[in-house]
Protein backbone atom coordinates (compact mmCIF):
# COMPACT_ATOMS: atom_id res chain seq x y z
CA UNK A 1 0.00 0.00 0.00
CA UNK A 2 1.45 3.41 -0.93
CA UNK A 3 -0.12 6.49 0.92
CA UNK A 4 -0.09 8.90 -1.68
CA UNK A 5 0.15 12.77 -0.82
CA UNK A 6 1.72 14.49 -3.80
CA UNK A 7 -1.71 14.39 -5.92
CA UNK A 8 -3.99 15.52 -3.04
CA UNK A 9 -5.34 19.23 -1.96
CA UNK A 10 -6.23 19.21 1.81
CA UNK A 11 -8.38 21.56 2.50
CA UNK A 12 -8.71 24.05 5.43
CA UNK A 13 -12.35 25.74 4.70
CA UNK A 14 -15.52 24.49 4.10
CA UNK A 15 -16.54 24.09 -0.07
CA UNK A 16 -19.54 26.47 0.38
CA UNK A 17 -19.11 28.92 3.07
CA UNK A 18 -15.58 29.19 3.59
CA UNK A 19 -15.71 28.59 6.97
CA UNK A 20 -13.26 27.13 9.40
CA UNK A 21 -15.29 24.95 11.96
CA UNK A 22 -14.90 21.68 10.22
CA UNK A 23 -15.59 18.41 12.47
CA UNK A 24 -14.84 15.06 11.05
CA UNK A 25 -17.88 12.54 11.32
CA UNK A 26 -16.43 9.57 9.75
CA UNK A 27 -12.98 8.06 8.62
CA UNK A 28 -13.02 5.01 6.06
CA UNK A 29 -9.09 5.08 6.45
CA UNK A 30 -6.56 5.39 3.37
CA UNK A 31 -8.24 3.60 0.76
CA UNK A 32 -7.70 3.33 -3.36
CA UNK A 33 -9.73 4.89 -5.83
CA UNK A 34 -13.12 3.15 -5.96
CA UNK A 35 -12.96 3.06 -9.87
CA UNK A 36 -9.22 1.88 -10.67
CA UNK A 37 -10.03 -1.58 -11.23
CA UNK A 38 -7.00 -3.42 -11.81
CA UNK A 39 -5.93 -5.13 -15.07
CA UNK A 40 -4.74 -8.83 -15.19
CA UNK A 41 -1.12 -7.50 -14.83
CA UNK A 42 -1.67 -4.92 -12.22
CA UNK A 43 -3.57 -7.24 -9.42
CA UNK A 44 -0.28 -7.81 -7.85
CA UNK A 45 1.56 -4.21 -7.95
CA UNK A 46 0.93 -1.80 -5.05
CA UNK A 47 -1.86 0.58 -5.57
CA UNK A 48 -2.41 3.94 -4.45
CA UNK A 49 -4.03 4.71 -1.36
CA UNK A 50 -5.47 8.34 -0.36
CA UNK A 51 -7.34 9.46 2.55
CA UNK A 52 -11.18 9.23 3.01
CA UNK A 53 -12.26 10.74 5.63
CA UNK A 54 -15.48 12.69 6.15
CA UNK A 55 -16.61 16.53 7.52
CA UNK A 56 -19.08 18.70 8.95
CA UNK A 57 -19.43 22.58 8.23
CA UNK A 58 -20.57 23.92 11.41
CA UNK A 59 -21.64 27.05 10.06
CA UNK A 60 -23.76 25.87 6.81
CA UNK A 61 -23.98 22.62 7.69
CA UNK A 62 -22.08 20.82 4.54
CA UNK A 63 -21.12 17.66 4.66
CA UNK A 64 -17.84 17.07 2.76
CA UNK A 65 -14.64 15.48 1.94
CA UNK A 66 -11.41 18.40 2.49
CA UNK A 67 -8.83 15.60 1.09
CA UNK A 68 -9.19 16.56 -2.90
CA UNK A 69 -7.74 14.09 -5.06
CA UNK A 70 -6.39 15.86 -8.50
CA UNK A 71 -9.19 15.13 -11.21
CA UNK A 72 -6.70 14.37 -13.74
CA UNK A 73 -5.63 11.09 -11.19
CA UNK A 74 -9.27 10.57 -10.15
CA UNK A 75 -10.56 10.41 -13.42
CA UNK A 76 -7.62 8.92 -15.36
CA UNK A 77 -8.80 5.36 -17.23
CA UNK A 78 -12.17 5.94 -15.81
CA UNK A 79 -14.52 2.24 -16.09
CA UNK A 80 -18.10 3.67 -15.43
CA UNK A 81 -20.47 4.29 -18.43
CA UNK A 82 -23.66 5.21 -17.51
CA UNK A 83 -25.65 3.48 -20.24
CA UNK A 84 -24.71 0.00 -18.92
CA UNK A 85 -27.83 0.39 -16.25
CA UNK A 86 -30.71 -0.10 -18.02
CA UNK A 87 -32.50 1.52 -14.60
CA UNK A 88 -30.72 4.92 -15.19
CA UNK A 89 -31.43 4.95 -18.90
CA UNK A 90 -34.65 5.05 -18.04
CA UNK A 91 -34.73 7.24 -15.14
CA UNK A 92 -32.78 9.88 -18.07
CA UNK A 93 -35.32 9.16 -20.52
CA UNK A 94 -38.05 10.11 -18.16
CA UNK A 95 -36.18 13.14 -16.94
CA UNK A 96 -35.33 14.77 -20.26
CA UNK A 97 -39.47 14.52 -21.06
CA UNK A 98 -40.26 15.90 -17.94
CA UNK A 99 -37.71 19.21 -18.86
CA UNK A 100 -38.72 19.44 -22.37
CA UNK A 101 -42.32 19.29 -21.62
CA UNK A 102 -42.14 21.53 -17.95
CA UNK A 103 -40.05 24.55 -19.58
CA UNK A 104 -41.28 24.05 -23.21
CA UNK A 105 -38.24 23.63 -25.02
CA UNK A 106 -38.31 23.40 -29.04
CA UNK A 107 -35.67 22.90 -31.83
CA UNK A 108 -33.81 26.01 -30.75
CA UNK A 109 -33.21 25.62 -27.08
CA UNK A 110 -29.34 24.33 -26.54
CA UNK A 111 -29.17 22.03 -23.33
CA UNK A 112 -25.73 21.57 -22.29
CA UNK A 113 -24.95 18.59 -19.41
CA UNK A 114 -21.76 18.71 -17.53
CA UNK A 115 -19.96 15.46 -16.84
CA UNK A 116 -22.31 14.20 -19.72
CA UNK A 117 -20.43 10.53 -20.15
CA UNK A 118 -21.73 8.42 -23.10
CA UNK A 119 -24.51 10.62 -23.50
CA UNK A 120 -26.80 8.76 -21.83
CA UNK A 121 -29.65 12.07 -20.44
CA UNK A 122 -28.69 14.52 -24.03
CA UNK A 123 -29.85 11.04 -26.12
CA UNK A 124 -33.73 11.53 -25.30
CA UNK A 125 -33.31 15.55 -24.88
CA UNK A 126 -32.19 15.05 -29.13
CA UNK A 127 -34.71 13.07 -29.57
CA UNK A 128 -37.38 15.24 -28.30
CA UNK A 129 -35.44 17.42 -30.80
CA UNK A 130 -33.53 19.89 -29.17
CA UNK A 131 -30.02 21.13 -29.67
CA UNK A 132 -27.53 19.23 -27.20
CA UNK A 133 -23.54 19.68 -25.74
CA UNK A 134 -21.94 17.00 -23.90
CA UNK A 135 -18.83 18.12 -21.64
CA UNK A 136 -16.78 15.16 -20.62
CA UNK A 137 -13.14 15.16 -19.67
CA UNK A 138 -12.78 11.35 -20.46
CA UNK A 139 -11.91 11.37 -24.21
CA UNK A 140 -12.38 7.39 -24.77
CA UNK A 141 -16.34 8.01 -23.43
CA UNK A 142 -16.63 10.96 -25.19
CA UNK A 143 -15.73 9.39 -28.23
CA UNK A 144 -18.44 6.66 -27.28
CA UNK A 145 -20.97 10.02 -27.04
CA UNK A 146 -19.63 11.30 -30.19
CA UNK A 147 -20.32 8.08 -32.00
CA UNK A 148 -24.31 8.19 -30.72
CA UNK A 149 -24.54 11.66 -32.47
CA UNK A 150 -24.08 13.52 -29.43
CA UNK A 151 -21.98 16.56 -29.69
CA UNK A 152 -19.10 16.35 -26.81
CA UNK A 153 -16.53 18.23 -26.26
CA UNK A 154 -13.71 16.69 -24.15
CA UNK A 155 -12.78 19.14 -21.31
CA UNK A 156 -13.28 19.79 -17.70
CA UNK A 157 -16.13 22.53 -17.43
CA UNK A 158 -14.92 26.06 -16.16
CA UNK A 159 -15.62 29.48 -16.80
CA UNK A 160 -12.80 29.72 -19.50
CA UNK A 161 -14.86 26.54 -21.11
CA UNK A 162 -18.34 28.10 -20.82
CA UNK A 163 -16.67 31.08 -22.64
CA UNK A 164 -15.89 29.28 -25.40
CA UNK A 165 -18.87 27.50 -25.61
CA UNK A 166 -21.07 30.40 -25.45
CA UNK A 167 -18.99 31.94 -28.56
CA UNK A 168 -19.37 29.07 -30.82
CA UNK A 169 -23.19 27.70 -29.69
CA UNK A 170 -24.21 30.07 -28.15
CA UNK A 171 -27.06 30.73 -24.92
CA UNK A 172 -28.31 27.31 -23.03
CA UNK A 173 -31.73 27.25 -21.96
CA UNK A 174 -30.84 24.47 -20.05
CA UNK A 175 -27.74 23.16 -17.92
CA UNK A 176 -27.58 20.34 -15.87
CA UNK A 177 -25.12 18.23 -13.90
CA UNK A 178 -26.16 15.15 -12.86
CA UNK A 179 -23.98 12.99 -10.44
CA UNK A 180 -21.33 15.34 -11.28
CA UNK A 181 -21.68 18.46 -9.13
CA UNK A 182 -21.18 16.41 -5.68
CA UNK A 183 -17.77 15.52 -7.63
CA UNK A 184 -16.66 19.28 -7.97
CA UNK A 185 -14.50 20.93 -5.79
CA UNK A 186 -14.63 24.46 -6.79
CA UNK A 187 -18.51 24.36 -7.14
CA UNK A 188 -18.20 28.06 -6.87
CA UNK A 189 -16.31 28.57 -10.65
CA UNK A 190 -18.45 26.09 -11.70
CA UNK A 191 -21.69 27.80 -10.74
CA UNK A 192 -19.95 31.00 -12.78
CA UNK A 193 -19.51 28.90 -15.62
CA UNK A 194 -23.40 27.92 -15.76
CA UNK A 195 -24.57 31.67 -15.63
CA UNK A 196 -22.40 32.97 -18.15
CA UNK A 197 -24.14 30.10 -20.46
CA UNK A 198 -28.01 30.16 -19.49
CA UNK A 199 -30.80 32.49 -20.92
CA UNK A 200 -31.97 35.46 -18.77
CA UNK A 201 -34.64 32.43 -17.52
CA UNK A 202 -32.70 29.36 -18.13
CA UNK A 203 -32.70 26.85 -15.42
CA UNK A 204 -29.45 25.00 -14.26
CA UNK A 205 -30.69 21.56 -12.62
CA UNK A 206 -28.45 19.13 -10.48
CA UNK A 207 -28.89 15.70 -8.81
CA UNK A 208 -27.18 14.82 -6.10
CA UNK A 209 -27.10 12.39 -3.28
CA UNK A 210 -29.03 13.42 -0.61
CA UNK A 211 -27.35 13.90 2.70
CA UNK A 212 -30.85 13.30 5.16
CA UNK A 213 -31.22 9.94 2.92
CA UNK A 214 -27.25 9.40 3.22
CA UNK A 215 -28.02 9.66 7.54
CA UNK A 216 -30.79 7.73 7.92
CA UNK A 217 -30.25 4.86 5.45
CA UNK A 218 -26.78 4.47 6.58
CA UNK A 219 -25.37 4.89 3.10
CA UNK A 220 -21.56 4.97 4.08
CA UNK A 221 -20.20 3.23 0.86
CA UNK A 222 -21.66 7.12 -0.85
CA UNK A 223 -18.21 7.94 0.23
CA UNK A 224 -15.39 7.86 -2.07
CA UNK A 225 -13.28 9.92 -3.68
CA UNK A 226 -14.85 11.28 -6.18
CA UNK A 227 -17.77 12.23 -4.00
CA UNK A 228 -16.75 15.62 -2.16
CA UNK A 229 -19.86 16.86 -1.18
CA UNK A 230 -23.01 15.93 0.53
CA UNK A 231 -25.81 18.17 0.10
CA UNK A 232 -29.16 19.40 2.02
CA UNK A 233 -31.01 22.06 0.97
CA UNK A 234 -30.45 23.99 3.50
CA UNK A 235 -26.82 24.08 2.37
CA UNK A 236 -27.31 24.30 -0.87
CA UNK A 237 -30.07 27.58 -0.57
CA UNK A 238 -27.31 29.27 1.51
CA UNK A 239 -24.88 28.48 -1.51
CA UNK A 240 -26.53 29.30 -4.47
CA UNK A 241 -28.15 32.70 -2.80
CA UNK A 242 -24.63 33.91 -2.44
CA UNK A 243 -24.21 33.64 -6.36
CA UNK A 244 -27.22 35.74 -6.98
CA UNK A 245 -29.21 32.33 -7.96
CA UNK A 246 -32.09 30.69 -6.42
CA UNK A 247 -33.52 27.57 -6.11
CA UNK A 248 -36.94 27.29 -7.71
CA UNK A 249 -37.71 23.57 -7.21
CA UNK A 250 -36.98 20.18 -5.37
CA UNK A 251 -37.50 17.08 -6.21
CA UNK A 252 -36.75 13.46 -3.96
CA UNK A 253 -35.50 11.08 -6.66
CA UNK A 254 -34.48 7.50 -5.93
CA UNK A 255 -31.34 7.15 -8.00
CA UNK A 256 -27.86 6.31 -5.59
CA UNK A 257 -30.81 5.23 -2.56
CA UNK A 258 -32.00 8.58 -2.23
CA UNK A 259 -30.82 11.84 -3.99
CA UNK A 260 -32.21 15.59 -4.73
CA UNK A 261 -33.28 17.14 -8.23
CA UNK A 262 -32.58 21.33 -7.80
CA UNK A 263 -34.22 23.24 -10.20
CA UNK A 264 -32.00 26.89 -9.80
CA UNK A 265 -32.51 30.02 -12.05
CA UNK A 266 -31.12 33.36 -11.76
CA UNK A 267 -32.37 35.41 -8.68
CA UNK A 268 -35.14 37.62 -10.39
CA UNK A 269 -35.87 35.38 -13.23
CA UNK A 270 -39.51 34.83 -14.10
CA UNK A 271 -39.81 31.22 -12.61
CA UNK A 272 -41.75 30.86 -9.69
CA UNK A 273 -40.73 29.49 -6.08
CA UNK A 274 -42.63 26.23 -5.72
CA UNK A 275 -43.42 25.25 -1.93
CA UNK A 276 -41.34 22.75 -2.13
CA UNK A 277 -38.11 24.93 -1.62
CA UNK A 278 -39.43 26.23 2.13
CA UNK A 279 -41.02 22.69 2.51
CA UNK A 280 -36.97 21.48 2.74
CA UNK A 281 -35.65 23.69 4.78
CA UNK A 282 -37.90 23.20 7.73
CA UNK A 283 -37.88 19.52 7.73
CA UNK A 284 -33.78 19.66 7.54
CA UNK A 285 -34.39 22.05 10.52
CA UNK A 286 -36.00 19.62 12.28
CA UNK A 287 -33.93 16.84 11.93
CA UNK A 288 -30.77 18.79 13.11
CA UNK A 289 -28.64 18.47 10.50
CA UNK A 290 -26.54 21.20 12.44
CA UNK A 291 -26.17 19.35 15.35
CA UNK A 292 -23.14 17.56 16.37
CA UNK A 293 -25.67 14.23 18.20
CA UNK A 294 -27.25 12.88 14.58
CA UNK A 295 -23.61 12.66 13.16
CA UNK A 296 -22.79 10.94 16.14
CA UNK A 297 -25.75 8.47 16.07
CA UNK A 298 -24.61 7.50 12.26
CA UNK A 299 -20.94 6.92 12.99
CA UNK A 300 -22.03 4.10 15.82
CA UNK A 301 -24.75 2.44 12.63
CA UNK A 302 -21.96 2.01 10.20
CA UNK A 303 -19.87 0.34 12.89
CA UNK A 304 -22.15 -1.88 13.81
CA UNK A 305 -23.49 -2.31 10.03
CA UNK A 306 -19.79 -3.17 9.61
CA UNK A 307 -19.27 -6.15 12.13
CA UNK A 308 -22.86 -7.55 11.81
CA UNK A 309 -21.82 -8.15 7.39
CA UNK A 310 -18.69 -9.46 8.32
CA UNK A 311 -19.55 -12.06 10.72
CA UNK A 312 -22.59 -12.65 8.43
CA UNK A 313 -20.18 -13.69 5.54
CA UNK A 314 -17.62 -15.71 7.78
CA UNK A 315 -20.33 -17.47 9.43
CA UNK A 316 -21.53 -19.02 5.74
CA UNK A 317 -18.55 -19.85 4.81
CA UNK A 318 -17.18 -21.54 7.77
CA UNK A 319 -20.74 -23.32 7.14
CA UNK A 320 -19.26 -24.12 3.37
CA UNK A 321 -21.07 -22.02 1.90
CA UNK A 322 -19.85 -20.19 -1.44
CA UNK A 323 -20.43 -16.59 -1.70
CA UNK A 324 -19.81 -14.22 -5.01
CA UNK A 325 -21.10 -10.56 -5.25
CA UNK A 326 -23.26 -8.75 -7.89
CA UNK A 327 -22.57 -5.26 -8.97
CA UNK A 328 -18.83 -3.62 -9.11
CA UNK A 329 -19.97 0.09 -8.61
CA UNK A 330 -17.89 2.85 -7.14
CA UNK A 331 -19.76 2.60 -4.04
CA UNK A 332 -19.23 -1.20 -3.69
CA UNK A 333 -15.48 -0.85 -3.19
CA UNK A 334 -15.60 1.44 -0.01
CA UNK A 335 -18.45 -1.26 1.82
CA UNK A 336 -15.42 -4.36 0.26
CA UNK A 337 -12.31 -1.74 1.43
CA UNK A 338 -14.24 -0.82 4.44
CA UNK A 339 -15.93 -3.83 6.14
CA UNK A 340 -12.85 -5.87 5.04
CA UNK A 341 -14.17 -8.34 2.49
CA UNK A 342 -12.04 -9.72 0.40
CA UNK A 343 -11.34 -12.42 -2.06
CA UNK A 344 -11.56 -14.88 1.36
CA UNK A 345 -15.02 -14.19 1.29
CA UNK A 346 -15.57 -13.42 -2.22
CA UNK A 347 -15.09 -15.76 -5.37
CA UNK A 348 -16.07 -13.32 -7.82
CA UNK A 349 -18.16 -10.26 -8.93
CA UNK A 350 -20.54 -10.25 -11.60
CA UNK A 351 -21.00 -6.92 -13.20
CA UNK A 352 -22.68 -6.37 -16.54
CA UNK A 353 -20.23 -3.82 -17.63
CA UNK A 354 -17.51 -5.49 -20.14
CA UNK A 355 -15.44 -2.15 -19.62
CA UNK A 356 -15.57 -3.71 -15.60
CA UNK A 357 -15.03 -7.22 -16.59
CA UNK A 358 -11.77 -9.10 -16.22
CA UNK A 359 -10.76 -6.58 -13.88
CA UNK A 360 -9.86 -6.86 -9.85
CA UNK A 361 -11.33 -4.30 -7.39
CA UNK A 362 -9.11 -2.11 -6.29
CA UNK A 363 -7.59 -3.13 -2.99
CA UNK A 364 -9.40 -6.36 -2.39
CA UNK A 365 -8.89 -7.45 -5.54
CA UNK A 366 -11.52 -9.84 -6.24
CA UNK A 367 -12.24 -10.97 -9.53
CA UNK A 368 -14.67 -9.41 -11.97
CA UNK A 369 -16.66 -11.51 -14.43
CA UNK A 370 -19.78 -11.58 -16.83
CA UNK A 371 -22.76 -12.86 -15.25
CA UNK A 372 -22.17 -16.57 -17.40
CA UNK A 373 -20.22 -17.53 -13.91
CA UNK A 374 -23.55 -17.53 -12.35
CA UNK A 375 -24.28 -20.46 -14.82
CA UNK A 376 -20.78 -22.27 -15.00
CA UNK A 377 -20.41 -21.69 -11.22
CA UNK A 378 -23.04 -20.73 -9.09
CA UNK A 379 -22.70 -20.15 -5.80
CA UNK A 380 -25.07 -20.42 -2.52
CA UNK A 381 -25.40 -17.07 -1.62
CA UNK A 382 -25.00 -13.47 -3.77
CA UNK A 383 -23.97 -10.67 -1.89
CA UNK A 384 -25.99 -7.53 -3.46
CA UNK A 385 -23.32 -5.21 -3.32
CA UNK A 386 -24.91 -2.49 -6.32
CA UNK A 387 -27.35 -3.01 -3.71
CA UNK A 388 -29.58 0.30 -4.83
CA UNK A 389 -30.76 -2.32 -7.77
CA UNK A 390 -31.19 -4.80 -6.24
CA UNK A 391 -35.00 -5.31 -6.39
CA UNK A 392 -34.23 -5.43 -10.42
CA UNK A 393 -31.07 -8.05 -9.90
CA UNK A 394 -33.07 -10.07 -8.22
CA UNK A 395 -35.63 -10.07 -10.89
CA UNK A 396 -33.12 -10.49 -13.43
CA UNK A 397 -31.50 -13.29 -11.59
CA UNK A 398 -34.57 -15.42 -10.85
CA UNK A 399 -33.09 -18.49 -11.91
CA UNK A 400 -30.87 -18.58 -9.21
CA UNK A 401 -33.08 -18.38 -6.46
CA UNK A 402 -35.11 -21.01 -8.13
CA UNK A 403 -32.02 -23.37 -8.15
CA UNK A 404 -31.65 -22.78 -3.91
CA UNK A 405 -29.49 -19.73 -4.14
CA UNK A 406 -29.88 -16.54 -1.49
CA UNK A 407 -29.32 -13.08 -1.92
CA UNK A 408 -27.75 -10.86 0.43
CA UNK A 409 -28.21 -7.25 0.78
CA UNK A 410 -25.81 -5.04 2.95
CA UNK A 411 -27.15 -1.82 3.51
CA UNK A 412 -29.00 -0.08 5.53
CA UNK A 413 -28.46 -3.10 7.60
CA UNK A 414 -27.61 -6.96 6.15
CA UNK A 415 -30.13 -9.19 5.42
CA UNK A 416 -30.83 -12.50 3.51
CA UNK A 417 -33.35 -13.01 1.00
Known amino acids: MRIKSSHITHRSTCRICGGMKL ?7 PTPLANAFLLEHERHLPESYFPLDVYV ?3 CSLVQLIDVVDPRILFKDYVYVSSTSPVFVAHFDTFARQVFDRFHLSAR ?30 RSIGTIARKA ?14 RKILKKYGEASIVTATNVFAHVDDIHGLVKGVKHLLTKNGVFIIEVPYL ?47 SLRVFIARAGSTHKKESSVQSFLTSEKKIGLQEEKIY ?36 GNTLLNFFGVGDELLSYIVDDSHHKQGRYTPGKR ?45 VPSPKII
Open 23 to 29: SRILSLG
Open 296 to 331: HEYKKKIERNKVTLHTLLSKLKEKGNSIAGYGAPAK
Open 149 to 162: GVTTISEFFSLIVA
Open 212 to 258: VDFLEKNLFDTVYHEHLSYFSVTALHYFFEQLGMAIIDVERVATHGG
Open 109 to 138: SLVIDIGSNDGILLRPFKQLGARVLGVEPD
Open 57 to 59: CKA
Open 366 to 410: IPVVSSEKLKTHPPDYLLIIAWNFAESIMKKNEEFRRHGGKFIIP
